[in-house]
C-alpha cells in the first residue's frame, strides 16, 4: 500500500481555490485534525499606496472617541452585524475563537442589564473601588448611572467562552482567551469606529449576572458590554491626550 493520504476537516477538495475565500462550510469542532494547506496569495499593494493607506488609517483611528451619550437615532442592525463579523476574523489561541456577541433588543431585558449593573456600579463608586482606582477614574467623570445600556440604539454584550462545553456536557481547555477576545473586541470597535459609529466599552463588575439574564451557557463569562450609535448631538468627551508614538514606541 502507498502513503496514507492526509485527512483534512472541513470543505471538501476542488482543483482550485480562489485566493482568501471562506470556506462554504461553517465551522464546527473536529478535534486534532489538521486543516487542509490553501494557498494565501493576497494581491500586493505597493510600498507608496500602503503608506498612503497607513497614513490614513491613523488619522481615522485618531478620531475614535469613547461616547457615554447616544443619540436616539436608529443605527441599520447590518451594520452591527457586519462589524461582529469583523470582530469574528479575529486571531485567536489554537483558532478555537472563543467568543460569543450577543446582541440585546429586547428593551425589557436591556432595562434589567441597567438595573443590575448601576447596582453593582454604585457599589463600586461608594468605596468598593478603593481609593487610588476612584482617583484614577476621576479626570474622566464617570459614575454609576448608565443611560447608554438602555438608550443607545444597540447593545452588544461579548462573552468569553472559557472553555468548549459539547452538547454531551464535554469540556475541552481553550488557550489565551482573554488574549483573543481582547483582540476581537479591539477589532470590533476598530470595523465600529471605521463604519462610523460610536461605541463604549462597559465592563460593569462583577459580571455574573449577564450570563443569567441573557441565558448563556456555564463555560460562558461576560468580557465586556458595548453600547453602540451614533453621538448624541450635544455629546461631550474628555479633552484627552493620547501618549505620542515616541512614547509608545521603543525601536531596539
Ligand atoms: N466599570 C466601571 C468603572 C470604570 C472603570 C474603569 I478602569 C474605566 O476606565 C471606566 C469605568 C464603570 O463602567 O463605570
Known sequence: AGPQKAVFRGRPERATLPAMTTSPKSWSPVHGEPYRPVPYRPARIPAAESLARAAELRERMAERRTVRRFAPDPVPEQVVRDAIACAATA???????????????????????????????????????????LTALRPLGTDEVKPHLTDAPHLIVVFQQRYWLGPDGARRKHYYVDESVGIAVGMLLSALHLSGLAALVHTPSPMGFLREELGRPVNEKAFAVIPVGYPAADCEVPDLVRKTLAQVLVEH
Open 91 to 133: 486571531p485567536s489561541g489554537a483558532h478555537q475563537q472563543p467568543w460569543t456577541f450577543v446582541l440585546v433588543k429586547d428593551p425589557e431585558v436591556r432595562q434589567r442589564i441597567r438595573a443590575a449593573a448601576e447596582a453593582e456600579e454604585r457599589l463600586s463608586y461608594d468605596g468598593r473601588l478603593g481609593e487610588e482606582w
